[in-house]
């Protein structure tokens, strides 16, 4: 989840208590942009947290139960495609393949405005 403060969060209150209450089914990281710094120090946007989680994200990727929901601002898109092709690339995956693969799969699902 990606916003600029923590008081724009959606749904955070539903979101912490999913996790607490199915902590095997479900992961929410959130990266809040102004109140959070990347590891270069600058702001910490959606991307960030991808490259940060890559071996985490590419183990669930691997389980075909797993459903990958993004959502928000169109222009994240490029960031977030970025930072899934480099955690690919380390670990031999090519996004560029597999993106579409998931997709199919019904198990990549995108809502950007």
Known sequence: M??????????DDDFNRYEREFPDNFR???????EQQN?????????????EHADEI???IENPKTHVY???LRGMEPG???????????KGLDWSELRPAL??????HVETY
């Open 2 to 11: 990606g916003a600029p403060t923590t008081a724009n969060l959606l749904y």
């Open 58 to 60: 590419f183990a669930m």
């Open 70 to 72: 993004m959502c928000g």
């Open 39 to 51: 590891a270069k120090g600058g702001r910490m946007y959606i991307q960030d947290r991808v490259s």
């Open 28 to 34: 929410y990281t959130k990266a809040i942009s102004r």
């Open 80 to 90: 977030i495609d970025e930072a899934m092709t480099a955690a690919a690339a380390a």
């Open 103 to 108: 997709k199919k799969a019904e198990r990549w």
